[in-house]
Nanobody, 124 residues
Framework: VQLQASGGGLVQAGDSLRLSCAAS????????MAWFRQVSGKEREFVAA????????YYVDSVKGRFTISRSNLKNTVYLQIDTLKPEDTAVYYC??????????????????WGQGTLVTVSS
């Protein structure tokens, strides 16, 4: 499975943004899907995940209420809606796919496929 993340950009604090992760070469229906983010010089951080079946979601505490992960198996795409952006949300955002049976899957090592990342920069 190949993942292509898009939708990042330069925005102002308080704005909203929707990131997309389009998959090719296979269906995402059999995968937990997630978004991670990474600030230069820091470890990659789990942000949100959505379960392969049933649509259950899981978020890191710092983004609850502002981030919404969703998926369209029909479009083979995962989304991350980010509202009320803050400067500390500035990072490269990566989407990932996991075949693991573990849920919630929040460890990066659990994920088998990764997108290339899309940069989100939030100005204050």
């Amino acid at each position: 499975v190949q993942l292509q993340a898009s939708g990042g950009g330069l925005v102002q604090a308080g704005d909203s943004l929707r990131l997309s992760c389009a998959a090719s070469g296979g269906s995402i229906s059999g995968y937990h899907m997630a978004w991670f983010r990474q600030v230069s010089g820091k470890e990659r951080e789990f942000v949100a995940a959505i379960r392969r079946s049933g649509g259950a979601t899981y978020y890191v505490d710092s983004v609850k209420g502002r981030f919404t992960i969703s998926r369209s198996n029909l479009k083979n795409t995962v989304y991350l809606q980010i509202d009320t952006l803050k400067p500390e949300d500035t990072a490269v955002y990566y989407c990932a796919a996991s075949r693991s049976v573990v849920w919630p899957a929040i460890q990066s090592a659990t994920y088998n496929y990764w997108g290339q990342g899309t940069l989100v920069t939030v100005s204050s």
